[in-house]
């Protein structure tokens, strides 16, 4: 697929009505993604963290199940997402001077990426950790939610700030076609 033809919105038709992309005939490979986020919080959250924890217990360890869990449970969350064979997810969550930091790593094999999986996992993630930490900041603000790399699928490899190298139809695609759209978006 040229950059030309993934410049239009694959989950709308014709018509303009939503539709799911049809993925039967694409093959099943080896796909994974990688997201990340962070929360910001007070000082007074990072030093319990670091130290006694929050009144709700362990914020951490808490947020990590729930990011795992959002990752299975996106088709759930996204009408147009495909129900995938999630095979592994990882959320790591670490406490910086100002913030928690999530990153998730999501694989399948499949026929269609698993962006979406990855920035669930880490969104649930951060939702979660605003619950558990609000009791002592209520402003916490989650921030910065965005896909940085998949492997994969028909348009290859894309690192964010890198742009893509080419799938297995041998074809390079820009950093321009490719930074916004995924495998499940561009139908390939």
Same mark, same amino acid.
């Given at each position: 697929?040229?950059?030309?033809?993934?410049?239009?919105?694959?989950?709308?038709?014709?018509?303009? +009505?939503?539709?799911?992309?049809?993925?039967? %005939? $694409?093959?099943?490979?080896? =796909?994974?993604?990688? +997201?990340?986020?962070?929360?910001?919080?007070? /000082?007074?959250? !990072?030093?319990?963290? =670091? @130290?006694? #924890?929050? /009144?709700? #217990?362990? *914020?951490? *360890?808490?947020?990590?199940?729930?990011?795992?869990? @959002?990752? $299975?449970?996106?088709? &759930?969350?996204?009408?147009?997402?495909?129900?995938?064979?999630?095979? @592994?997810?990882?959320?790591?969550?670490?406490? *910086? &001077?100002?913030?928690?930091?999530?990153?998730?790593?999501? =694989?399948?094999?499949? =026929?269609?990426?698993?962006?979406?999986?990855?920035?669930?996992?880490?969104? !649930? +993630? +951060?939702?979660? !950790?605003?619950?558990?930490?609000?009791?002592?900041?209520?402003?916490?603000?989650?921030?910065?939610?965005?896909?940085?790399? $998949?492997?994969? #699928?028909?348009?290859?490899?894309?690192?964010?700030? #890198?742009?893509?190298? /080419?799938? %297995? %139809?041998?074809? /390079?695609?820009?950093?321009? *076609?490719?930074?916004?759209?995924?495998?499940?978006?561009?139908?390939?």
């Amino acid at each position: 697929m040229s950059s030309a033809e993934q410049q239009h919105l694959t989950h709308v038709d014709e018509r303009g +009505a939503a539709r799911m992309v049809d993925v039967s %005939a $694409k093959d099943v490979t080896a =796909r994974t993604a990688r +997201a990340s986020g962070r929360v910001l919080v007070s /000082p007074r959250v !990072v030093a319990l963290l =670091r @130290g006694e #924890g929050v /009144p709700k #217990g362990d *914020a951490l *360890a808490t947020a990590r199940i729930a990011g795992i869990m @959002g990752a $299975k449970r996106t088709p &759930d969350l996204i009408p147009l997402c495909h129900p995938l064979a999630v095979s @592994g997810v990882e959320v790591d969550l670490s406490v *910086a &001077d100002d913030a928690v930091e999530i990153t998730a790593q999501v =694989r399948t094999t499949d =026929r269609t990426g698993v962006e979406m999986e990855a920035l669930t996992a880490v969104t !649930v +993630a +951060a939702l979660t !950790v605003v619950d558990m930490v609000k009791a002592v900041d209520k402003a916490a603000v989650v921030s910065d939610v965005r896909v940085e790399e $998949k492997s994969g #699928g028909r348009s290859g490899n894309w690192t964010r700030g #890198g742009g893509t190298s /080419p799938g %297995a %139809a041998g074809r /390079p695609d820009g950093p321009a *076609a490719s930074e916004h759209a995924s495998d499940e978006e561009s139908g390939v």
